[in-house]
């Protein structure tokens, strides 16, 4: 069964293809890191499935690799992979521990498009205080764009598009149970949001929430005359 | 058409029975305010429709009467109503302004059966700052359970109930359009909602909230040792 | 991953912290657990998963323990763990059979907030006789608020607010199949009740039905000048 | 436009064909109703649309004619019509006062079948007493079918099935509002009984229920050898 | 866990109490039959699950059994118990082949309820030549009532409906993939027929269709005169 | 605001522009009509709002114009159009008499597309008999391809998939109430036919439909080798 | 278990009778085959469960066999089978990767009524370049039907019908995630499609697709004055 | 009935407050206007109800004024206010006629906010050769953000968000009827995209649309280090 991974999208872009593993057989991933390896000297593999992980990772043993055990995610580079510093900045953070995974998946998407991450998690609603001094530390950083990761109630990205000067991504996830569980309650709850300057992406999107935030930070630090190393 | 209010709810439930007017004939009103006032010496009318609203203030208008023009409720007293005062202490949050005429329709319900009602409107999740003021102002009164009536995300409940130390009593709205909109995002947020000591009502349900309201809060005062004036 | 309980819960909200079992590692359900064990003499863990519970056992094997086999639910105390009785009294109503765990979950929360718990199980509205000699009896003890606990119809607590003078806490449970199934009906019943008095919580929600009884007993029994033992 | 009333069905079905009026022009109900005038001797109008209500009562100013403003149902008849009286035993019991024109719609095409009907209106679960008398003397009547109409929460139909030896049809209503609102929750609420012996019908289709009782009690009827008059 | 079955629910509502295998351990499922058996000679258990169905056949091999593989439905039976039969008559037809397991766990019901019951299975309106002969001599028996089964587009009901002069009860089943699977397009198009005289269950109520039919043959056959053996 | 009715979808498509007035201003309407006239010598109107009808009927009363009532459809001509005749030959039935407007607007599509149209309606499955010779003479024709029109149960389309050996197009209205009300039981019922060879298009989309149909029969007609008069 | 392919589906309706095997025991498949052969002789399977594979295989180990591993769909030949080559021309587009084995199971359906089919897979909206030159040849072949393949957000077939002159038929896959995923975004996106001549069937149904397809082109090409070899 | 208008929004989060209309009486809209102008120099009123705009008009009509028919929005300036140019640039683009009023109450927004908006309007999917010209003009400007508003659907967003490389952000319109209809296919196809990069707002919501683009905009225009004039 052919599959043909976009490697041009980085060129074309900005942001790079990414390997949505949940679906697809060991030998589909394998062909697909090939390809991409060989056409951009990076695989980002995402939500990579148990039963493929350890065929991978031998496949691809003699190069460097990453890997977020709590996404599932993974990132493998040639040799001659040249890592992008771009200088955009980027805050990341998750309302519960249940999100933490999603927010890693966003945060290494974006931390591989260039930009540097801050993280703030478990800081949710349910006690405010938590988030209070974290969160103006994040903003003295500057930081370009702010990702904000919620299941259940969602309301912590609209109580922080309330308070931060940047553009918010939404991202909620499919933690809690019950009527609007899943992860519906928190997509439509930011949906509704009353604060100005949030837009959100679907259920447990990290990958194309990261890419956003990653497009507008390198956008900001290009314009800033920041360069790669 | 026979209807029968329920005259002996309040000696029952400790709750007075609400006529509902937005699906009545004014005969049917006016028979149902009759037959309160004949058995309870006081109608309570919610959501009076614009075509009753005359007929119903001339039938009555010998008697003290209450109009509260937001919520559209009216509230009818023989002269020899001995209006209670309980020393039960509720407060009513409102995220936005369009959420007051629910607000006071909760209101009014809570103070008819006896309780002081604190109100603070406007003080949504878009600007927080607007919020902590008045609601430690609130909590230093020790209101027995506070009603927080909110539309669009629905995050004030949480926020609120997270803070708060007392049973908190979410009220959605239908205000907001889109996906989610007409209340049900609220809805969904708070019933999954991150915080603890937070129960709902149906979207709109002024009438419901402020009955429970009104029963803790009574329920607390008589415990007190308080008595009706 | 990093986790923080809210350790601080009990004292600014009176109810406590409880860590959810269902999405998380044997690793953070014991992180959690000391570290809320360390800060409050108590751990509470709902939906412990069947691949954690032994390991749990053994590391607490020393301590004072409580599980409950239908809900899941575990308690661990330190030695010198003082358990309060505050005198609140809260009634714990399940329409049928299926609907204890989640019965169980919402009495054993209450009961860990120091209130005394009437049950009554098994008596839905497929043969009301069964339910009017032990209601009359659980009012006779004067309890402070009722939770009713029901999947399917979702009819009992309607029933009930129509009854009992006490604040009824409905708690849909997901028994049901079909249309309406895993507790939608139940649910959207429950906010539609025509009784009032009835406020409600998410599906299996028993943990914060728990939460909010609890809440409003003891605020009742302070009230009532009693103190813990 | 051509349109094509059943005037076969009672014959074939033991049931009448029904003009359904909401949707149509006048002219369209005017053709209609003198196709069954003169194929059956009698037209059944249901929602008659007040537009229309004048035109078709002059047009057939002549005939004898039945007019139930609640539901807007009209029965018009030709001198010849021979009335059916068939023995069947109906009983129809409404939860609230909103519920009324349904449970007329239902009560008049059961009688139009030829049934006796017994009412019992406005006797919803928020206050159970004021049913056990009315059911008592229906069941004492030996009804062959019980129509059950209700909105909002729904929950009367299931307390009554799992009380009455006879059939139950369950009828939801469109009265509610919010979540669950204009019958849903109702309907939902019936499909998940857990009384046995009760069947649905859809929102407001009084006359679906009423037709399926009509044919219960007719057959029973039958099988007792009453005769109509 | 105690539980209560409800052994005088034959005696008061004609129909006999079934035992809802699905959601139950085996000790519940062998309690709960115990209490049947000592109660009404008799114990119907549908969804037996497979991990206690030889558990079960095992605890009461000396009694008579009678177990339905398709729908996985046992009835034990005392030795002394008197299996009736009423005279009532009902038809049992199935849309495809997926649905006979809700067909023949209705059918069973009935069956031991002591109607005869006569089945026609894979009669869809894929071809509805097939319908034609086997309905005609359905309708020669005269059965008192028809339980139509389908699952996917549900349309054999309302064709069904429309054809036969008997009470017609639509049992949507969970067949059928994509949007409207797993029954809901059915239920919902029975909701919406068309015909006259066809009420529903909800999707898979196998038995909740078969007591209906139950009461309604056994009225018209004890008003028939008919006695069991 | 600038609109550009697509003058060369014809040519590309071989189906017409087709104007969607019911969202449209009259100015809208009026400038997108001029366009499609000066670039293909026709202008289809749908759904035109009763407030633009006599400022079109006006603007252009010196051309050729076809206007149908029930669907609101309206078509005007240049002197010089020339009408095709392509020897397509189309079935449009519909079930009930609700859903001609729908039926006329595929049927007039199709017929501007050249095709010939035979119409039989009001033939919906509750008696079914009423369809079976008007289809036989339908298939005599030997159509290329059958629209089907129905609300409510959505059977039809089903049914008449499972009889005739030419592709079947189901076209759901929105004429039905209550749950799956307005179309959206018929259309899930078509999208789970258990009948070959049924495609469907949304509820109400008779242009679409009709659209689909001539496309089909023109394909076959051009390989029949007919050509335009 | 008795049931009855359709035999004399083919030659009534000029499509094959298809085993849906999804929810079959082997024994059922087996005999269900069996039939089919001995009737028609072809026997195709869809969905072949992996539990019935082997057993399925060896049974037929003497006949001629075709296996599409991607959509388990199995097609089985006697001997004297007589393959059509009707001259019909169909294309198959599919959108990406994971919609390749509904793709195969519609292309497989349409080869067995006899077409010739054309396919270009992986070419979805995220890259639009991709699909214009395999487009242009696809059209160049006059394919009389093209299928187009989507999950997600459905998009590729609105984009096809916009520019292709021939039907278009929209297949939703079940590919995606979080809300309007496994096919439901794609299924209304292709339902609410702007662009003209696109029918759908429902999500992941690619028998039905390749049915209807195969329906046209065979029409087509028997127009054509075509014949099987 | 109090409001409070956000004045120090714009300082706080670098946007606007904006008066929402829709719901709000005359005497609300000129209280707020009022507020805000004395406050910031600005009121920017969206969704004008038709009851209120003469009398808004009047009120302040020795201000300057800018009214956008199409989309009801309304800005009105102190003499004194400085208006911005941040040198930000954004493209709007809306694939349909009846898109334009959401389009424009985006643009204006971020006008507002100093911006340069280029439009593109009515380059829909259904004749995908009417973009690329345009959208090619659009990139050669260097735009810092797009904005693509569609209904029906909705897939132009994905369409552009596979060729763009600048964050797009989606904005479903409520355009379209039937099942997906008002905006919802168009959203959840947006959601689920498979093309990177694109972020959305609620049906409807050009203001927050406009917004995030404002403040991505004039990020990239600050780094540049232009200023407003
Ligand atoms: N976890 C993910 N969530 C959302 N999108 C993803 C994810 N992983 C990959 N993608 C995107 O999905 C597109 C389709 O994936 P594929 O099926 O691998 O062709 C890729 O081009 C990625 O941009
Ligand atoms: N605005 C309201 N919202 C919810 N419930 C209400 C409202 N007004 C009245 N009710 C309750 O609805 C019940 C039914 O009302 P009625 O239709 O007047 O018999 C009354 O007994 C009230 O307790
Ligand atoms: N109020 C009603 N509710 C449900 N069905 C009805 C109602 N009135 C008429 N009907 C049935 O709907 C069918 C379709 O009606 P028509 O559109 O008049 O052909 C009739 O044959 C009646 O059996
Ligand atoms: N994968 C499939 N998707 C949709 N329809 C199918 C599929 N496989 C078989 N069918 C059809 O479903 C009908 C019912 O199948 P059965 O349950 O085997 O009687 C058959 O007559 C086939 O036309
Ligand atoms: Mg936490
Ligand atoms: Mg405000
Ligand atoms: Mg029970
Ligand atoms: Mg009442
Ligand atoms: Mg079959
Ligand atoms: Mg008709
Ligand atoms: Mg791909
Ligand atoms: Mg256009």
Known sequence: METRPDAGRERRKGAPEVIFGETKETEQIL??????????????????????????????????????????????????????????????????????????????ITEEMGCRVTRIYDVGVAGLHRLIEPLRALLAEDVDAILVVAGMDGALPSVIAGLAPVPVIGVPTSVGYGMGGKG??????????????????????????????????????????????
């Open 31 to 108: 062909a697909m890191a090939r390809g991409l390896l060989a056409g951009t000297g990076r695989a980002i593999i995402s939500r990579m499935p148990a039963r493929s992980l350890e065929a991978v990772r031998s496949a691809f043993e003699h190069y460097e690799m990453r890997y977020q055990e709590a996404s599932h995610m993974m990132v493998i580079y040639t040799p001659e992979y040249n890592k992008r510093v771009t200088g955009g900045k980027v805050g990341v953070i998750s309302a519960g521990t249940s999100d933490i995974p999603v927010a890693e998946e966003a945060a290494m």
């Open 184 to 229: 519906v309650a928190a997509l439509l709850s930011m949906l509704q949001t009353c604060a100005p300057g949030l837009t959100v992406v679907n259920i447990d999107n990290g990958v194309g929430a990261g890419i956003t935030a990653g497009m507008i930070a390198n956008r900001v630090a290009h314009a800033r005359g920041q360069r790669s190393q």
